[in-house]
């Protein structure tokens, strides 16, 4: 007598021949799994967490007298005003009433603020009468109009950081250098005769 082979794995083939039965894999992946949790906690732990970058201030003393906490040296204060159209103006100690010393300046090329600010700080350097900190008396007033613009601000606050400046304040601007400034820009924006 014959017997029917019904393994399914033969190499019979033909309508009376059963097919056999395809069982799908099935692959655990519990193993792969803790290992990607090991390696991930193996990771956090390693590594270092970045550090805040965040400008460093330095804020007045608190055992001056209060009067005299926000006084500066005329010799030392050099004032940034900013205007619309990437203008900036300045000038060195008190405004002059006639704004003789009023002047203008640009972010780059000839006559940046930059050499301005390096300008004054090597002429404080000069009048220092401590040896240890001859920057001491440089400040510099930073007053952005109301048309300038944020970028403007911040590539002032950058040139403070890249000249080194250790005293500088953001405060706002008066009324009559407002209206410079804003004379000034008209002024630079009608066609010279």
Sequence with gaps: MAELDTSGGGHKKGPGVKKGKKLSTRVDLTPMVDLGFLLITFFIFTT???QPTAMKLILPDDKVKPEEQNKAKESGALTILMGADNHIY???GQLKTDASNFLSASYNGENSI?????KKKEYVRSIAQDPTNPEKDLVIVIKPSSNCTYKNVIDILDEMSIN???KYALVDIFDIEELLVKKSDESAKSPSN
């Design 90 to 92: 300045y000038y060195e």
């Design 48 to 50: 270092t967490m970045s």
């Design 164 to 166: 080194v400046v250790k």
């Design 114 to 118: 930059r050499d301005v600010i390096m």
